[in-house]
């Protein structure tokens, strides 16, 4: 899925395979299908250095900054504690089209959904379910929510975001817009890798399988923290175990 990118050329399965053993560690052996893979942690802690001093560096300046999710269930509270530390730094954190309706083709067909931000984070939810409780808001890997929010932010005149946080089509569909945009990457969905040297997603980190995001002895969400706060991690603090994480697919 190209999730809101226009790439340069055509990659082909050999190419996208060896793009993200590459850049994540998975396997090159395109017979690999089913069972266990790997991702490599040296290189998503590389990765994760250049997304937290990227945040660092727009709170060093107070930036304008948009966060965005199509994983709300299990995303909302990482790309929130980033809001909430953002905005401490004095960032402003944009919240434009709440509230509009955004069409999404699925594989059900057509469908339409609400825009809404919760703790600064913008998500989508089907109508109807904004305030029942039950669900956090919708998966999506649609670039179409990215692309009503800056549209419509745009045309109001107001702030434009200095960089994008999100994932899937949140950051593509910005980056693709030519906003800077970073954020977090399955590692079966190479689409922000792709887009990585065109510059339209330069900081993509894979902390998320098909199932959904690795869980280490340290938040993510809490490491890029301490980075936008100027305070590297103590000595002696655990982080993410120093061998292969698996992966469990399904």
Same mark, same amino acid.
């Given at each position: 899925m190209l999730i809101g990118l226009d790439p340069e050329w055509t990659w082909g399965q050999r190419d996208l395979i060896g793009l993200m053993a590459d850049k994540c560690g998975v396997s090159a052996d395109p017979t690999h299908i089913s069972g266990h893979d790997v991702i490599d942690p040296e290189r998503t802690l590389a990765a #994760?250095?250049?997304? /937290?001093?990227?945040?660092? !560096?727009?709170?060093?300046?107070? @930036? !304008? *900054? +948009? +966060?965005?999710?199509?994983? &709300? =269930?299990? #995303?909302? %509270?990482?790309?929130?504690? #980033?809001?909430? /530390?953002?905005? /401490? /730094?004095?960032?402003? *954190?944009?919240?434009?089209?709440?509230?509009?309706?955004?069409?999404?083709?699925?594989?059900?067909?057509?469908?339409?959904?609400?825009?809404?931000?919760?703790?600064?984070?913008?998500?989508?939810? %089907?109508? @109807?379910? %904004? =305030?029942s409780?039950? %669900? &956090? @808001?919708?998966?999506?890997?649609?670039p179409l929510p990215v692309r009503t929010v800056l549209g419509a932010a745009a045309e109001a005149g107001g702030a434009l975001p200095e960089l994008v946080i999100g994932d899937h089509g949140w950051v593509c569909g910005a980056g693709q817009l030519g906003f800077e945009a970073i954020g977090l990457a399955d590692t079966?969905? &190479?689409?922000?890798? *792709?887009?990585?040297?065109r510059g339209r997603c330069p900081w993509p980190f894979h902390l998320m399988t098909p199932c959904g995001p690795i869980t280490t002895v340290r938040s993510p969400a809490t490491y890029s923290i301490e980075r936008v706060c100027h305070s590297r991690p103590p000595m002696g603090a655990p982080l993410p175990h120093s061998h292969h994480t698996p992966l469990h697919w399904e």
């Open positions: #994760l250095d250049a997304f /937290a001093d990227r945040i660092g !560096a727009v709170a060093q300046r107070s @930036g !304008a *900054v +948009l +966060l965005g999710t199509g994983h &709300p =269930h299990r #995303l909302l %509270e990482f790309y929130a504690s #980033l809001a909430d /530390a953002l905005s /401490a /730094a004095g960032c402003a *954190v944009l919240t434009p089209a709440q509230g509009h309706c955004v069409d999404i083709t699925t594989r059900f067909g057509l469908r339409t959904y609400n825009l809404d931000y919760v703790q600064g984070v913008a998500l989508v939810r %089907e109508p @109807g379910l %904004e =305030h409780g039950r %669900e &956090p @808001g919708a998966h999506t890997h649609s079966d969905d &190479p689409a922000l890798f *792709v887009g990585r040297p």
